[in-house]
């Protein structure tokens, strides 16, 4: 398993932006295909949302609807660090966001894709 440590998270008026970067322990990171996840309150681990996915050479790329246009997934194989840039946060976005690592290369927005979690990271949107 690939271990993963998720920063960036905060409190944040609506309108504004966060960065997440999620640091993955692993030599073969470029074999990992990336994810992120928020759980919103009252949710269970099996329905937390993929919001964006990334593949090995981020020539793929998904994103939910929900955020599409307003967040950006990003990676840096060469320090083993996946990032995503969250814009014009909305109070809905509200939730713990995590950073996933699939076995493969190829992007999936599945939540049972992915082999290894990070602990998470709090955000937090005020209207």
């Known amino acids: 398993q690939v271990q993963l440590v998720e920063s960036g998270g905060g409190l944040v008026q609506a309108g504004n932006s966060l960065r997440l970067s999620c640091a993955a322990s692993?030599?073969?990171?470029?074999?990992?295909?990336m994810g992120w996840f928020r759980q919103a309150p009252g949710k269970e681990r099996e329905e937390r949302e993929c919001?964006?996915?990334?593949?090995?050479?981020?020539?793929?790329?998904y994103y939910a609807d929900s955020v599409n246009g307003r967040f950006t997934i990003s990676r840096d194989n060469a320090k083993n660090t996946v990032y995503l840039q969250m814009n014009n946060l909305k109070p809905e976005d509200t939730a713990v966001y995590y950073c996933?690592?699939?076995?493969?290369?190829?992007?999936?927005?599945?939540?049972?894709?992915?082999?290894?979690w990070g602990q998470g990271t709090q955000v937090t949107v005020s209207s």
């Open positions: 692993t030599r073969t990171f470029r074999n990992n295909a």
């Open positions: 996933a690592a699939r076995d493969t290369s190829v992007v999936s927005p599945r939540v049972y894709d992915y082999a290894s």
């Open positions: 919001v964006a996915a990334i593949s090995w050479n981020s020539a793929n790329i």
